[in-house]
């Protein structure tokens, strides 16, 4: 359960392995896409319990996108049903963990308020922000030291729950022990995550100019690249044996994840 330490480069790897899985079937992989987007943004507007219903069930969509990644990686079909897989059959530990990050950042935010920084979650929380900007710039004052606490702690949090899902449903690791395993791969390999995240800006920028439509093919590619560096650093033995004969039988540039 313990992750193996890469080197940078494989930041790099890790978006062309994610093109990879993408250019399988594109068209399914925006539809899934489109779908987790849609979805989420559908529950979270509703009153009162949206947010946290949201965040509830968004490891369960992340869970079903990442099973598509593994059934492609394998050479099947990649079905929509794949979508919903989480729900099927790691709906507890799935739900577990959303919770868990859900408290998380409730925590994070009751911190804030105690270190000065009421007035700006007050407005983060309300959705709507003031009128007046004079008034959004007094809480940002206010904030000095609540703000960068709570950017290093949201952070943190996402550190912990980078790979947990992953972990859950590909090696039946409890919630727990899933958070504590992501934690430790993200500090053993913070490296090329940082690699992997600045390479992903200049993308960010081209997808975003056309009118955000960029998004519906980055997007896709972002969430299969996820799943190529769960595997990268989680490998199996059979990954192991079988990653040689992947990378010479893939044309150069386009190696696919390896597979159990």
Request: with cysteine; proline share 8%.
């Amino acid at each position: 359960m313990e992750a193996r330490k890469v080197g940078a480069a494989h930041g790099w790897m890790w978006l062309k392995q994610g093109f990879w899985l993408f250019k399988k079937n594109p068209l399914l992989w925006m539809v899934q896409t489109a779908i987790v987007v849609v979805g989420m943004f559908g529950i979270a507007i509703i009153p009162i319990v949206g947010d946290p219903l949201s965040a509830l069930l968004f490891p369960s969509f992340f869970a079903g996108l990442m099973l598509g990644c593994h059934a492609l990686a394998k050479e099947e079909e990649l079905e929509l049903a794949h979508l919903f897989a989480g729900f099927q059959r790691y709906a507890a530990p799935l739900v577990a963990l959303g919770g868990i990050n859900l408290i998380g950042n409730f925590l994070i935010l009751g911190m804030m308020m105690l270190t000065g920084g009421a007035s700006l979650v007050g407005i983060m929380m309300s959705g709507n922000p003031p009128d007046n900007p004079e008034v959004f710039m007094q809480a940002v004052t206010e904030a000095w030291f609540a703000l960068p606490l709570g950017v290093a702690l949201s952070f943190a949090l996402q550190a912990t729950t980078l790979f947990a899902t992953m972990l859950v449903i590909f090696r039946s690791v409890a919630p727990i022990p899933a958070l504590q395993a992501s934690l430790r791969a993200f500090l053993r390999n913070a490296m090329p995550l940082i690699v992997y995240g600045l390479m992903q800006l200049p993308f960010a920028v081209l997808a975003t100019l056309p009118m955000m439509l960029g998004w519906l093919v980055l997007l896709p590619i972002l969430i299969t690249s996820m799943y190529a560096v769960y595997r990268d650093m989680f490998p199996m033995e059979s990954d192991l044996a079988a990653s040689s004969a992947n990378m010479e039988a893939a044309p150069p540039g386009d190696q696919p994840p390896t597979t159990s």
